[in-house]
Nanobody, 129 residues
Framework: QVQLVESGGGLVQAGGSLRLSCAAS????????MGWFRQAPGKEREFVAA????????LYAGSVKGRLTVSRDNAKNTMYLQMNSPKAEDTAVYYC??????????????????????WGQGTQVTVAS
């Protein structure tokens, strides 16, 4: 049973920094791609970033490129999202997700909710301006 648990959310000042974590368990994830999505109040869930577990290929939404950085620690089975200089519009519930096929990162499905097989429960990030 795959389990994804997000942590690290909270209140952060605009221009500060915050790191989210996603702890994965229940499988060997070497063939997986992992993603971060977010959902702001009244809006649809949107893609933020993705990374392949074995090689570390990355993909970003244009709105966060250069400000948010996705990474992973294979030894800890944990994926991270480093948020530097967050803005008020980054306020959302952040979800991590897992795709059983790492090759998905090279296709359009990497940016789609339907492209992922497992989801965490989410962690709230609030950016105070």
């Amino acid at each position: 049973q795959v389990q994804l648990v997000e942590s690290g959310g909270g209140l952060v000042q605009a221009g500060g920094s915050l790191r989210l974590s996603c702890a994965a368990s229940g499988r060997t994830f070497s063939s997986y791609a992992m993603g971060w999505f977010r959902q702001a109040p009244g809006k649809e869930r949107e893609f933020v970033a993705a990374i392949t577990w074995s090689i570390g290929n990355t993909l970003y939404a244009g709105s966060v490129k250069g400000r948010l950085t996705v990474s992973r620690d294979n030894a800890k089975n944990t994926m991270y999202l480093q948020m530097n200089s967050p803005k008020a519009e980054d306020t959302a519930v952040y979800y991590c997700a897992a795709d059983r096929d790492a090759a998905g990162i090279f296709s359009i499905r990497a940016r789609s909710i339907g492209g992922y097989d497992y989801w965490g429960q989410g962690t709230q990030v609030t950016v105070a301006s």
